[in-house]
């Protein structure tokens, strides 16, 4: 089936340095996607979302960048924080096979750890 | 404002209880998911409702899982006879408006099976 996936599983960065996490998607006809942040114990926090007819989006201190003719999705966070530490996800927000509603398709995630 | 809550926030069972988790979305949200997160994984969409009418179901993995809405507010996912498979976080969502571009989600309740 089609899936979205991670690059790498875990990744460690210095206090104040900027971090990049790498998504790739399986399916081509996907026209939203949404990171997400989840911290140990919550649920997941909605942090940026990009359309397709964008190719990238900022917000505070983060930023999507959408790659379609490759299937990538990029997050960067600038001037990482401890606060950052958490698992990062990147979901597909598709219409159901019902037609009813749109659903998330997350990948396995990334984990962030923020070095002192 | 007051997010989305689940209760209990963990639950022990032992193979072939009967468990029921409650998610109150936030008030006024008309659509409201159940997720499944299997330890280090992403969630899996498990069900959909739209006010009180349930939707879209496909996500369910066996009949032993059934979800409702009764009143088009709060919601209770109950798992039947449960395997030691089903132990996850369940998560809940809700959106303001029908469809879900926007979903909140709750902390979950992780379930423990033994």
């Known amino acids: 089936g089609e899936s979205v996936g991670l690059h790498l599983p875990t990744l460690s960065v210095q206090e104040g340095d900027n971090s990049i996490i790498n998504c790739a998607y399986s399916n081509s006809a996907s026209d939203y996607f949404i990171w997400y942040k989840q911290e140990s114990g919550k649920g997941p926090q909605f942090i940026i979302d990009i359309r397709s007819n964008m190719d990238k989006r900022q917000g505070q201190r983060v930023t999507v960048l959408l790659n379609k003719t490759v299937k990538h999705l990029s997050l960067q966070i600038a001037a990482t924080q401890p606060g950052d530490s958490a698992v990062y996800f990147c979901?597909?927000?598709?219409?159901?096979?019902?037609?009813?509603?749109?659903?998330?398709?997350f990948g396995s995630g990334t984990q962030l750890t923020v070095l002192p | 404002g007051a997010g989305v809550s689940q209760s209990p926030r963990y639950k022990v069972a032992k193979r072939g209880q009967d468990v029921a988790l409650r998610c109150d979305p936030i008030?006024?949200?008309?659509?409201l998911f159940w997720y499944q997160q299997a330890l280090g994984q992403g969630p899996e969409f498990l069900t959909y409702?739209?006010?009180?009418?349930?939707?879209?179901k496909s996500g369910l993995p066996s009949d032993r899982f059934f979800a409702e809405r009764p009143e088009g507010s709060v919601s209770t996912l109950k798992i039947q006879r449960t395997q030691q498979e089903d132990s996850a976080v369940y998560l809940c969502a809700s959106s303001l408006r029908q469809g879900g571009e926007t979903q909140y989600f709750g902390p979950g309740t992780r379930l423990l099976v033994l």
């Open positions: 409702f739209q006010n009180e009418a349930q939707l879209d």
């Open positions: 979901a597909e927000n598709n219409p159901l096979s019902s037609g009813s509603a749109r659903q998330l398709t």
């Open positions: 008030s006024g949200h008309v659509s």
